[in-house]
């Protein structure tokens, strides 16, 4: 996809867990240290959200520049 690169910043998203623990519900930690933070229905509904509408696979028929553009790095007008 060229040469483009986007420096590495950490963030407090890195180390984030969320372990679906069947008819229970789920759990899911935050940060480097894994605070609980949301569990049971309120976790799994967490997780669902996460599986099917933060990550979730591009289109066949997208290009790789409209890959690419949906995940941009840029932020307010600057790298991240």
């Not at 976790?43 to 941009?72: D, H, L, R």
Request: hydrophobic share 40%.
């Amino acid at each position: 996809m060229g040469d483009h690169t986007t420096a590495f910043i950490d963030s407090p998203t890195i180390g984030n867990v969320c372990f679906d623990l069947d008819d229970w519900g789920a759990l899911f930690t935050t940060g480097r240290d894994h605070v609980a933070g949301k569990a049971e229905a309120e976790g799994k509904a967490m997780k669902q959200m996460i599986n099917t509408q933060w990550i979730y696979p591009p289109s066949a028929a997208s290009t790789p520049e409209e890959i690419f553009a949906f995940v941009s790095f840029e932020q307010e007008g600057k790298a991240a």
